[in-house]
């Protein structure tokens, strides 16, 4: 990573690793950041979901069920890799953020750029498209509080 991150960019990312060995997966992928930003209940992403009407508990129990119907049961540790998808993901954040630090928002509409990871999936069934997840951004970051 070669960009700036926000502090709950971070997080997720660190998160990340954890959430995927506590499903029994041995990768990291873009479901487990996403999830990772669904449990910071006050980013960016977050409060973007929220103003289009979306409960992150919902979304989080969804994509769970989804992920751990086909994951061994077995906690992983240590060190895990990046998909390719998840570093491709990264690499669109970073090019989306061009000099800003790199946020939950980014990271998720970059997911959506991609649009072809499990997050995105689960978003675009819901219905939110990458037009409305960066408009509810951008009005989540203009009221006042945020």
Same mark, same amino acid.
């Given at each position: 990573?070669?960009?700036?991150?926000?502090?709950?960019?971070?997080?997720?990312?660190?998160?990340?690793?954890?959430?995927?060995?506590?499903?029994?997966?041995?990768?990291?992928?873009?479901?487990?950041?996403?999830?990772?930003?669904?449990?910071?209940?006050?980013?960016?992403?977050?409060?973007?979901?929220?103003?289009?009407?979306?409960?992150?508990?919902?979304?989080?129990?969804?994509?769970?069920?989804?992920?751990?119907?086909?994951?061994?049961?077995?906690?992983?540790?240590?060190?895990?890799?990046?998909?390719?998808?998840? *570093?491709?993901?990264?690499?669109?954040?970073? &090019?989306?953020? *061009?000099?800003?630090?790199?946020?939950?928002?980014?990271?998720?509409?970059? &997911?959506?750029?991609?649009?072809?990871?499990?997050?995105?999936?689960?978003?675009?069934?819901?219905?939110?498209?990458?037009?409305?997840?960066?408009?509810?951004?951008?009005?989540?970051?203009?009221?006042?509080?945020?």
């Amino acid at each position: 990573m070669s960009a700036s991150y926000s502090k709950h960019a971070v997080d997720a990312l660190n998160a990340s690793s954890s959430c995927a060995g506590q499903i029994g997966h041995d990768f990291i992928g873009c479901e487990h950041i996403f999830l990772s930003i669904l449990a910071i209940k006050n980013c960016s992403a977050v409060k973007a979901l929220r103003l289009l009407g979306h409960s992150t508990d919902e979304l989080s129990c969804s994509l769970r069920a989804s992920l751990e119907s086909g994951a061994s049961r077995t906690a992983v540790k240590g060190s895990l890799p990046l998909t390719q998808r998840t *570093k491709k993901v990264l690499e669109i954040a970073e &090019m989306s953020a *061009k000099n800003l630090p790199v946020n939950t928002c980014t990271l998720v509409e970059a &997911m959506l750029r991609e649009g072809n990871n499990a997050a995105a999936d689960l978003l675009f069934n819901v219905g939110v498209t990458l037009e409305k997840f960066l408009s509810a951004a951008l009005n989540s970051n203009n009221e006042k509080g945020s």
